[in-house]
């Protein structure tokens, strides 16, 4: 029910309430006030006639009295009257069968009490009378000259009362008049009270109208308005709060304005439809992509646009009602024209259930699948060329090697057979010709094993790092010996998932490093490793030997970078941090040193547990 009506409602009811009571209680009091009215004149008749009662009531004779009450009600017209003594004998009474009789009622026992005349409405054979109880006063004792020259006197005692009943019929006709008058008085009364309030009631209202039609608009989303103020009361107050709070809503991100402009910048088509795919808004991007006009009353359906990229793909709305969301899910938009057009779809339920609506963006894949196109064509070349480089290279290497190892042959064979029959000089060319012969073969065998580090995939096991490490002491133990050297590997290396064969050269290069390039009495190496965070381990080679300046901690491992001369600490061609590094780099890792020059180096391998795993 409107607020309105029930307004309407409770003040009639509170008119008809206060009508009933005005009424009620007016009938109450017009009642007492016409019956005190007839008692009075009752009152008024009796007291002209005081010395005829008084004598009566001095006689005590019933003939006496009936002629007192004979004349009292020819003056009053009483329907009865009788005349009763103080202590409630009926004297005399026009229903002669009552004399004798004693009167107890309540009425005679309040009169005893009361000083003046009390009455009461009552029935009387039919008929409404007012039933009154008249005090007469007492006679004085007085000589009979007194009562000749002053009349009978009166005392404060009481001779009697005089009971009678008096008739209503004219009352009743004086009382219904004016109760009627009054009740007329009161309708028009409450008629225009009614009126007034449901006026009232309308102006109050107005306000409320307003703002409930405010909060419509609102809860539509637009939130760009203010509603007029009509009162300067506390709805007033309300409705300039409401208006006050509509501006702030206009300005926040919450506004409809706002996120549609958000929506229309989108460079990305989106789509907004039911769960039934009926497309409900599109931003500008969605229109340009696809070549229709989505704009009401066009009725498209989002499902008829899409199709799977393969035959017997996932159907996105199927998807999207059993989970609840779609990341990047490749498909054909059917655009305008008949063009199928890669995408790929995300999409989300959003609202409450009942009603909920499906948000869906669509990201443009045609340039992604020309690049993977492209990407793959290159991928292709670049493999092709590798592997063309590779025979190059194995090839080169081993048409290298056969004539070095010609030279060094026959070089080594001039050199012993021949040494006392060639001049000082000529030995020294031929010395050098097998060094540099020597040197070749070296670098072409740490060339190859370079090269090899990225052509041959060993298959990845778990393996223990700690049998690797032990299993390269073990290779460099001659070593070892020569340099009288200290190796300590920890004994709670991890077992990570990886290439055991090339983690085995790992450990035996950065080993073999850390002797060669050591200048103390004792060399100590230490081998250790550590967790670093939830994916990787952080393997350390420790040594005391001659450190490595600041400058060189990235040149040194670059292929064939020697900081010294070929001469010292055992040659060497400088490609064997070259090969960790890229044994690191196959293993998704990371190297790096740490060095104080002339005292220690430190180099930290940083891999993957376990590269199944790793995010």
């Known amino acids: 029910m409107k607020l309105y009506f029930k307004i309407v409602i409770f003040v009639l009811a509170l008119i008809s309430v206060s009508l009933w009571v005005d009424i009620h209680f007016t009938k109450v009091a017009v009642t007492e006030a016409m019956s005190a009215q007839i008692a009075d ?7 002209s006639m005081t010395q005829e009662f008084q004598k009566a009531f001095l006689s005590g004779k019933e003939l006496d009295g009936i002629k007192a009450l004979h004349a009292f009600t020819q003056k009053t017209g009483a329907a009865y009257a009788g005349m009763v003594a103080g202590d409630g004998t009926v004297i005399a009474h026009t229903n002669v069968a009552l004399a004798g009789t004693r009167l107890t009622d309540p009425l005679m026992g309040r009169a005893a009490h009361s000083p003046g005349a009390i009455f009461r409405r009552i029935t ?14 007492g006679v004085k004792s007085a000589s009979s000259e007194d009562i000749l020259f002053e009349g009978l006197g009166q005392t404060s005692e009481r001779a009697g009362f ?52 405010g909060i419509r608009k609102v809860r539509e989303g637009n939130y760009d308005l203010s509603v007029q103020v009509i009162s300067d009361d506390e709805l007033g107050e309300v409705a300039g709060s409401f ?22 910048s989108m460079p990305d088509p989106l789509f907004i439809s039911d769960e039934e795919g009926r497309i409900i808004k599109t931003n500008k991007a969605a229109a340009e992509f696809s070549g229709y006009d989505f704009s009401p009353p066009a009725a498209f359906n989002l499902k008829a646009l899409l199709e799977p990229q393969a035959e017997g793909g996932a159907e996105p709305f199927s998807l999207l009602a059993w989970s609840g969301h779609i990341k990047e899910l490749d498909l054909w938009f059917l655009a305008k024209g008949g063009k199928r057009l890669p995408v790929m779809l995300s999409s989300a339920l959003a609202g409450p259930e009942g009603r909920r609506q499906i948000v869906t963006v669509l990201k443009d ?9 492209r990407l793959a064509q290159y991928l292709k070349e670049v493999e092709t060329v590798n592997s063309e480089l590779d025979a190059f290279a194995h090839t080169v290497s081993h048409d290298l090697k056969e004539p070095l190892r010609g030279i060094e042959m026959f070089s080594g064979m001039l050199l012993s057979d021949y040494a006392g029959k060639m001049d000082p000089q000529a030995g020294d060319y031929l010395a050098r010709v097998v060094k540099a012969s020597g040197r070749m073969r070296r670098l072409i065998d740490d060339l190859l094993s370079f090269a090899r580090v990225s052509r041959v995939r060993n298959p990845y096991e778990d393996v223990s790092t700690g049998r690797l490490a032990a299993e390269a002491v073990a290779g460099l133990s001659a070593l070892i010996e020569e340099k009288k050297a200290l190796v300590r590997v920890a004994p709670d290396l991890p077992t990570i998932f990886c290439d ?42 420790k040594d005391n030997g001659i450190g490595i300046p600041s400058q060189y901690s990235e040149e040194i491992f670059k292929m064939f970078k020697r900081l010294h001369s070929r ?28 060095s104080v020059e002339g005292k220690s180096s430190t180099f930290y391998v940083l891999i993957p547990a376990d590269l199944r795993k790793q995010p």
């Open 500 to 541: 055991p064969v090339k983690m085995g050269q790992l450990f035996n290069n950065l080993i073999s490093n850390a002797l060669k390039y050591n200048d103390k009495p004792v060399p100590e190496v230490d081998v250790a490793a550590e967790r670093f965070g939830e994916y990787y381990w952080k393997f350390s080679v």
């Open 243 to 264: 208006n006050e709070l509509t501006r702030g809503l206009a300005e926040t991100t919450v506004s409809k304005k706002y996120l549609d402009s958000i929506l229309e």
């Open 41 to 47: 004149s009752a009152v008024a008749a009796a007291g």
């Open 162 to 213: 005089v009971r009678a009943g008096l008739p209503l019929t004219p009352a009743r006709k004086a009382e219904k008049a004016i109760i009627f008058k009054l009740l007329i008085l009161a309708l028009a009364i409450g008629a225009a009270a009614l009126a007034l309030s449901a006026l009232f009631a309308r102006v109050i209202l107005r306000q409320v109208s307003l703002l409930r039609e």
């Open 124 to 137: 009387y054979n039919g008929e409404g009378v007012v039933d009154t109880v008249i005090p007469v006063p």
């Open 365 to 373: 894949t045609s340039q992604h699948k020309e690049s993977e196109a």
């Open 567 to 594: 001469q010292e600490y055992g040659g060497g061609t400088g490609a064997g941090l070259a090969i960790v590094r890229k044994i690191v780099e196959e293993h998704n890792g990371k190297i790096w040193v740490e």
